[in-house]
């Protein structure tokens, strides 16, 4: 698929934090988008409103629910591709509402797949995975070949959607890749993840009251891994593969928030542990930082814009955004 004229992606979760930055990227790259929205009575179509101008309208918007196999049926025809990033990925809602969780991460992601063996113009599928899947793991950098060890039930669903969907290339031969990302952030994401979190509170709040400090995360920015999903979609021969995306570096909650207060410039700002919003003891993952050299070997890509770098662009659209985070030191599932 590396000629994009007149190719037709099919985008599920397009409103969403990574989604629209996907979309974006893929329009201006000549791709043809269709924007598989979840339904609501207002009719929005989510984060796809922070397009720039050039872009607005350009894609063609399909709203209905992944779990409603008809759906997406509709939204796949005609296309070429599916980029399915579509999920609920709440770890702490998934503790409250697992079923939830596991009805649109697995049993969405099988309509996805279903309907895929019924369009006979589909050439690639790309599954949308997490770094969650692994569970907590020791030193050093973790392949693809890494046991899985679900932690909590939202990791569950997203093992369950990803071997889903192996299980159909290997049945049915569906062209399916499996896109790994790591944690990540950048403009447009909700306070629900660890980077706003911190950021909104470093700006506007007197302290920053977080969960455990010491967990660490391999962190890329946002157009990265868009670019990451550009790369999947046209790299040649990775049917059946699983490919991980991330820095290859670590930092632990607790150093980011320093780096954050930093940048925002608000020196001594104390940081606090906040039980509520402390994961089970169990349910904790310690440690997860990628290798790439998978990514790197079968698809060419490389992450282009660093950690300091990257917050210090999105410290800048979070001050510029006041109205997206308008209660910052609320706890946000």
């Known amino acids: 698929m590396s000629d994009p004229a007149g190719r037709r ?3 599920t979760g397009a409103g969403g934090f990574i989604g629209h930055h996907l979309v974006a990227s893929l329009l201006d790259e000549g791709y043809e988008v269709v924007a598989f929205l979840r339904y609501t009575s207002g009719g929005g179509h989510g984060l796809l409103s922070l397009l720039p101008p ?10 209905g629910d992944l779990r409603d196999f008809e759906s997406v049926r509709r939204a796949m025809r005609g296309c070429s ?16 509402s697992p079923s939830d969780v596991f009805g649109v991460n697995a049993m969405g992601t099988l309509n996805v797949l279903q309907a895929a063996r019924d369009t006979d113009s589909i050439e690639r599928i790309v599954i949308t995975s997490t770094s969650e899947v692994y569970g907590t793991v020791g030193e050093g950098l973790i392949t693809e070949e890494h046991p899985l060890r679900a932690q909590s039930p939202y990791a569950a669903s997203k093992i369950a959607a990803d071997q889903l969907a192996l299980s159909f290339h290997r049945s049915f031969g569906l062209p399916v890749a499996i896109c790994r990302p790591f944690n990540t ?5 909700s306070a629900r993840a660890v980077v706003p979190t911190i950021v909104s509170q470093a ?3 007197d302290r920053i009251a977080l969960g455990s400090l010491h967990p660490v995360r391999d962190l890329s920015y946002v157009t990265d891994i868009a670019g990451a999903f550009l790369c999947m979609l046209r790299a040649d021969g990775i049917e059946g593969r699983t490919i991980q995306f991330g820095s ?10 320093g780096m954050i207060i930093e940048i925002a410039g608000r020196a001594g700002l104390p940081v606090v542990e906040d039980e509520s919003r402390i994961r089970p003891g169990a349910s904790e993952v310690g440690r997860l930082v990628a290798s790439t050299a ?5 698809t060419g890509w490389g992450p282009s814009i660093g950690l300091r770098q990257g917050l210090e662009l999105t410290v800048d659209w979070v001050s510029g955004h006041p109205g997206l985070y308008p209660s910052p030191g609320l706890y946000r599932t």
Not at 54 to 63: F, I, M, S
Not at 185 to 189: H, K, S
């Open 203 to 205: 700006l506007w709040e």
């Open 54 to 63: 050039r872009l607005a309208g350009r894609y063609e918007a399909v709203l």
């Open 81 to 96: 591709a599916v980029l399915h990033l579509g999920a609920l990925i709440g770890i702490p809602y998934s503790y409250d």
């Open 9 to 11: 992606v099919l985008v």
């Open 294 to 298: 998978l990514a790197e070997s079968l």
């Open 248 to 257: 290859g570096e670590g930092v632990s909650v607790g150093d980011l928030a």
């Open 185 to 189: 952030f950048g403009p447009g994401q």
